[in-house]
């Protein structure tokens, strides 16, 4: 399979609200579509979502990686979101090739998805999250850490914020009930002296799992033997070796993955041999999260299947004031929906397309 014809083009979609986590805020999301054709004129697309405020490679360098592999057909020195476009389009021409050749018809495939809380004032949070169940969500992943203590002792200020964080979840409980699932997610944020008392507090909250607490699988090893919730790692799992090395710590039972962290849906395949896994966009595109949904169609073919039962983190498009899709993944009752045509099922929406361009 030959390519004839490779573009590059990055752009940004706008939050409908800030997106506030303990790295930062975001007013938009930049991202880079790769768009490929075949020599039949079969096209694939592809999407890479630099990571910066997660200190990876940041725009610019994704697009001259990009623009260098169109050149020279080279993939071995990627970044990760660089590879995760090449191995998404790729997979989608594929896709759309196999599709058209056998008239794929009509399909009706769903994941079921987990609402995406940014951090706030507890009542504003829990507002929100009254808004997600009104969609039809069960599942309520909450934003905490904001105002990280990581780099304070166990001091006022960092039980100041614990009790912040606390407050938050306890109010999102009591608005949604004891039936909703509730994880949390600091990002890093806490040291683990913090995320000890933290979870400790969380405990008779029913939480389903918290996400990242602290740094590194060492720390995260310790804290997973103080506390009854489940532990799932994100930014301390990023490869497969990542993944053999928490296993062996017993770090986490779980870990969320997303494709332009790990470098695409077969780099993500692997990782979820090793780990109980759930996908969770980077707040991706719309091409982007078919390709995540895919994967978390697929997680049934791994090493643990048993634990299918978990939401994925792949509504986050409904974060957005804008789509460069004319057909792209619906959600409905919280369920994501992925579209109907072979390959990823994508089609661009040309004239919102050139509108995000940067």
């Known amino acids: 399979?030959?390519?004839?014809?490779?573009?590059?083009?990055?752009?940004?979609?706008?939050?409908?609200?800030?997106?506030?986590?303990?790295?930062?805020?975001?007013?938009?999301?930049?991202?880079?579509?790769?768009?490929?054709?075949?020599?039949?004129?079969?096209?694939?697309?592809?999407?890479?979502?630099?990571?910066?405020?997660?200190?990876?490679?940041?725009?610019?360098?994704?697009?001259?990686?990009?623009?260098?592999?169109?050149?020279?057909?080279?993939?071995?020195?990627?970044?990760?979101?660089?590879?995760?476009?090449?191995?998404?389009?790729?997979?989608?021409?594929?896709?759309?090739?196999?599709?058209?050749?056998?008239?794929?018809?009509?399909?009706?495939?769903?994941?079921?998805?987990?609402?995406?809380?940014?951090?706030?004032?507890?009542?504003?949070?829990?507002?929100?999250?009254?808004?997600?169940?009104?969609?039809?969500?069960?599942?309520?992943?909450?934003?905490?850490?904001?105002?990280?203590?990581?780099?304070?002792?166990?001091?006022?200020?960092?039980?100041?914020?614990?009790?912040?964080?606390?407050?938050?979840?306890?109010?999102?409980?009591?608005?949604?009930?004891?039936?909703?699932?509730?994880?949390?997610?600091?990002?890093?944020?806490?040291?683990?002296?913090?995320?000890k008392a933290t979870l400790a507090e969380l405990e008779p909250l029913g939480i389903e799992l918290a996400e990242q607490p602290v740094e590194g699988l060492e720390a995260m090893a310790e804290l997973a033997a103080s506390t009854s919730i489940p532990l799932a790692a994100d930014e301390s799992v990023a490869s497969l070796d990542e993944a053999e090395e928490a296993a062996a710590l017993g770090a986490c039972a779980y870990t969320g993955i997303k494709l332009s962290k790990v470098g695409g849906p077969e780099a993500a395949l692997a990782i979820a041999d090793v780990l109980p896994a759930y996908v969770t966009s980077a707040l991706d595109g719309p091409v982007g999260i078919a390709a995540a949904a895919q994967v978390a169609l697929s997680l049934a073919e791994t090493g643990h299947p048993e634990r299918l039962h978990l939401a994925h983190g792949l509504a986050t498009q409904r974060l957005f004031a804008s789509t460069i899709a004319s057909v792209e993944c619906e959600i409905r009752n919280g369920l994501l929906h992925l579209p109907p045509g072979p390959g990823l099922g994508i089609e661009l929406d040309e004239e919102a397309l050139q509108a995000h361009r940067i």
């Not at 030959?2 to 999301?29: D, H, M, N, Q, W």
């Not at 995760?84 to 056998?102: E, K, N, S």
């Not at 001091?155 to 949604?176: H, I």
């Open 1 to 195: 399979m030959r390519l004839s014809s490779v573009e590059v083009i990055p752009y940004a979609l706008p939050f409908k609200e800030p997106y506030v986590t303990a790295r930062g805020v975001l007013l938009r999301r930049e991202m880079v579509l790769l768009r490929v054709r075949d020599e039949d004129g079969v096209g694939g697309l592809g999407e890479a979502v630099p990571l910066a405020l997660r200190g990876g490679v940041g725009l610019r360098d994704v697009v001259r990686e990009l623009e260098a592999w169109a050149e020279h057909g080279e993939a071995q020195a990627l970044s990760a979101p660089a590879r995760c476009a090449v191995g998404t389009a790729l997979m989608d021409l594929q896709g759309r090739r196999i599709g058209t050749a056998a008239g794929e018809g009509e399909r009706d495939e769903t994941v079921e998805c987990n609402a995406t809380l940014v951090a706030g004032a507890p009542a504003e949070v829990a507002s929100a999250a009254e808004r997600w169940a009104q969609a039809g969500f069960t599942t309520f992943k909450l934003k905490l850490g904001a105002e990280s203590a990581r780099n304070h002792l166990e001091d006022d200020f960092s039980r100041t914020r614990r009790s912040g964080d606390v407050a938050q979840v306890r109010v999102v409980r009591e608005a949604l009930g004891s039936e909703m699932r509730i994880r949390v997610d600091a990002n890093e944020a806490w040291n683990l002296e913090t995320a």
